[in-house]
């Protein structure tokens, strides 16, 4: 089968395409013939060596993926050869084949195409378990979304919605605003323009946000947590600035708010019925039209580099997909 290598550490250009052997599926796998798969943040970071979990040289890069079953492995239940599914493999997913763990498999709602399933699960299944199991989100309180035009961004601006927040969407451009306000955003900041502290605090008021949702890290990070209400909830998600914030501790404590991280993917292997149901209301609110998935560019399979530096040079609006078969 034809993949994409990572052979030795560095930028997306001296990835390799090569002929490799198919992968065999292990006990509680599935193997599937790749449809689609979505870029994401960590996949930039692993090809560098500067991601928390590294897998060992040479490797095939693409963490996300959709596609339909053609092997299932030993102990598998409730997945079949045959089915449309979107999948989260963490590594492999650029390649005609790839193996994933059964618990993060689950299959499409037929109304769903893979490009869109390849781009769904990161980014909705960590907006909803950070923003329902970690961040406590209840309808009426306000949330302030960082990155608001990112995958994970956007997807916490449409959920939170539909938990019943008002939403203020935080990004770098007035295009960006544009489409955190045409997937329900209630108010816009843009913080390249203006100071995000004041202009925050001038949407809420003295009460400040309830619930901050931030995947940017950074030197954003502080002056958010300044917009931060009486037992308030900070959500570190990641951090696409670069760079990891110091926080003064003396924050949380006069305004009894928490530092909560939320890790989706110890999550989904720590509590899978909970990532299932949570996946199963995900699909409920795209199949009734609550959530609309924002696909900004495809590539072809042989412009996976290209895909790559398009999401690192931060080009992307929603998600950007690599079209394999």
Request: charged fraction near 20%.
């Amino acid at each position: 089968m034809r993949a994409l290598l990572c052979e030795h550490h560095g930028p997306p250009e001296e990835l390799r395409f090569a002929d490799v052997p198919e992968p065999v599926p292990g006990p509680g796998e599935i193997r599937f013939r790749v449809k689609a798969a979505s870029v994401n943040f960590p996949d930039a970071l692993m090809i560098q060596n500067l991601y928390q979990r590294q897998p060992p040289l040479p490797f095939i890069p693409g963490s996300e993926a959709a596609g339909v079953i053609d092997a299932v492995g030993e102990g598998v239940e409730g997945l079949r050869v045959g089915d449309r599914v979107a999948t989260i493999p963490f590594e492999g997913a650029f390649a005609e084949l790839a193996i994933a763990p059964a618990f993060r498999t689950t299959v499409i709602p037929e109304s769903m195409g893979f490009d869109i399933g390849a781009g769904f699960t990161m980014v909705y299944a960590t907006a909803l378990h950070g923003l329902e199991q970690r961040g406590r989100l209840r309808p009426g309180e306000t949330l302030l979304v960082l990155g608001a035009a990112g995958g994970v961004g956007l997807a916490a601006v449409e959920v939170g919605k539909l938990m019943g927040a008002h939403v203020i969407a935080a990004a770098s451009s007035e295009e960006k605003l544009t489409l955190a306000r045409a997937h329900g955003a209630d108010e816009t900041v843009n913080y390249a323009q203006v100071d995000l502290k004041q202009a925050v605090k001038a949407l809420t008021g003295e009460r400040g946000v309830d619930v901050i949702f931030d995947p940017v890290g950074g030197a954003l990070a502080e002056p958010a947590f300044r917009t931060m209400g009486w037992d308030g909830r900070y959500l570190v998600v990641g951090f696409a600035a670069g760079t990891i914030p110091a926080i003064p501790l003396n924050l949380p404590l006069v305004k009894t708010a928490s530092i909560v991280g939320v890790t989706w993917g110890v999550h989904s292997r720590r509590e899978p019925d909970l990532h299932a149901a949570n996946m199963a209301q995900l699909y409920r609110w795209y199949a009734e039209g609550g959530l609309c998935p924002a696909v900004s560019k495809r590539f072809p399979f042989e412009q996976s580099r290209e895909a790559i530096r398009w999401m690192m040079d931060r080009k992307i609006q929603g998600k950007v997909v690599i079209e394999v078969a």
